[in-house]
């Protein structure tokens, strides 16, 4: 016994496919927007405006910074144009995944030696630390570091 394929059948068929589609696609973009909103500023144009003079003051800083996951603690060293440590008037690190931003974390960071450092349960992959330091005098720095974690927290 076969049966017949109406107009009925092929429409229910058509819609129900497009029906999946347009649910995942929608899944997705929701997704999406929710795990990173895309903003690494609130008003870009505004900063735009101030980029070049904000770049200059940093550079004539001197300083470098470098962000690492050590033993399950989250490092960042800052030093001088001399390589001496440099212990900022203030200083703000959020550590987040690159993408998803429902794991960004503000570490309570203390300083050890010439360093500061935060106990942290990072699990394995790439990391950034997003720092604003203000020099003496009163120059804000602000950087983004990438740095790696391997055997962190699953």
């Known amino acids: 016994m076969t049966r017949e394929i109406t107009g009925r059948t ?3 068929i058509t819609f129900s496919a497009f029906a999946v589609i347009f649910a995942v696609n929608f899944y997705m973009a929701f997704s999406a927007v ?3 909103p895309g903003l690494e ?10 980029f070049n003079d904000q770049a200059a003051a940093q550079s004539a800083l001197g300083w470098t910074l470098k962000a690492e996951n050590v033993d399950g603690r989250f490092e960042l060293t800052i030093t001088d144009a001399e390589g001496k440590p440099v212990y ?7 550590i987040g ?3 998803i931003a429902k794991d960004d974390q503000e570490p309570a960071l203390y300083v050890v030696g010439d360093r500061y450092v935060a106990d942290t349960d990072l699990y394995d ?8 330091a203000l020099s003496r005098d009163d120059v804000a720095l ?9 055997g962190g927290d699953e």
């Open 10 to 12: 092929v429409f229910i």
């Open 34 to 36: 929710n795990t990173f």
């Open 41 to 50: 500023v609130k008003n870009s144009y505004v900063a735009s405006q101030k």
């Open 88 to 94: 900022p008037k203030d200083l703000k690190v959020r």
């Open 97 to 99: 995944r690159p993408t």
């Open 125 to 132: 992959g790439k990391w950034y630390a997003y720092v604003e």
């Open 142 to 150: 602000i950087q983004r570091l990438e740095f790696y974690v391997t």
